[in-house]
């Protein structure tokens, strides 16, 4: 595989050792979540400079789960990005319906849910692909800022996850998107690092209310990813993405995507209440330093 101009963090030495199709999202679909009705809120993705340079997390779980078979509800606050996702996968002969919603709302949480439903039928997976930084540190956080992020990144994970434990089919699947933040504190961003390190403890009680219906709980924690998020924390502090890092590279979406895929597979079916790391190991200390 020849190395791709797409992600220049990373040398073609490199790319060529580490990268591989499933990395860049080339690989083709084996029908993994042939049938399967997944609701991914948060699925579309912020605007950039460079568009094709690269892709959103939510954006690339929605592309992977239709390629693989999966019926896709695509929703986010941005109707417009949703329904470019939607094209993205219908482009691809995929099928996937765009939905409006804000989770900051909770009534629009529900709405979501029955738009999804009444769109795709009984869902089997929900992805909680959502959550907001606001850049302030301990000494210039004010309740109010507080409760905005907290709010978005904890408070509707928990409204997703009661409705998904009624809602979805018996057997069903969900995950929770938490960050490398939630174990570290060098972002100096407390409000986002305290609501996804609350997320594993969230994830372990939706996983055991979900025992009675078989219904999963699981967390992904992403690391570095050369996402627009990802590039738009770096331009804010350059540092970012100069450190040390495993492969010497930032990860990419599709490497996230496809551990979610996983998780809401029913190849992950005695995986429950855990927290993965997708991080190629830098909260382990694993990184090239020279």
């Not at 779980?61 to 019926?71: D, Q, V």
């Not at 219908?90 to 909770?106: E, F, L, Q, S």
């Not at 403890?201 to 009675?212: D, S």
């Not at 990802?230 to 502090?237: D, E, K, M, V």
């Amino acid at each position: 595989m020849e190395p791709k101009s797409s992600y220049p963090f990373v040398s073609a030495e490199d790319a060529l050792r580490q990268l591989f199709d499933t990395s860049l999202g080339l690989d083709q679909g084996r029908g993994r979540l042939k049938g399967r009705k997944v609701l991914v809120a948060g699925a579309g993705q912020r605007s950039t400079p460079d568009p094709e340079s690269t892709i959103g997390n939510g954006r690339a779980m929605s592309i992977l789960f239709a390629k693989e078979g999966g019926l896709v509800g695509c929703a986010d606050i941005d109707v417009a990005a949703a329904q470019s996702t939607v094209d993205l996968i219908a482009a691809a002969g995929g099928r996937a319906v765009a939905i409006a919603a804000d989770v900051a709302k909770p009534e629009e949480i529900h709405s979501m849910f029955d738009q999804a439903e009444q769109s795709l039928g009984v869902l089997d997976a929900v992805v909680a692909n959502v959550g907001i930084a606001n850049g302030k540190n301990l000494m210039t956080e004010t309740s109010e800022t507080w409760d905005q992020v907290l709010n978005i990144n904890l408070r509707a994970h928990m409204l997703i996850g009661q409705r998904a434990l009624s809602s979805l089919s018996p057997g069903g699947a969900i995950l929770l998107i938490s960050s490398l933040a939630s174990v570290s504190p060098t972002g100096r961003n407390p409000a986002y690092e305290a609501s996804k390190a609350a997320l594993s403890a969230l994830c372990r009680a939706q996983a055991l209310e979900g025992q009675a219906r078989g219904i999963r709980a699981n967390a992904l924690a992403p690391g570095l990813l050369d996402t627009p998020m990802g590039r738009a924390a770096s331009a804010r502090s350059p540092s970012r993405a100069t450190r040390p890092l495993p492969f010497g590279r930032q990860g990419t979406a599709w490497e996230m995507a496809y551990a979610a895929l996983f998780l809401i597979s029913r190849e992950s079916s005695y995986v429950n209440a855990q927290t993965i790391f997708v991080d190629g190991g830098l909260g382990s200390g694993v990184a090239i330093t020279s």
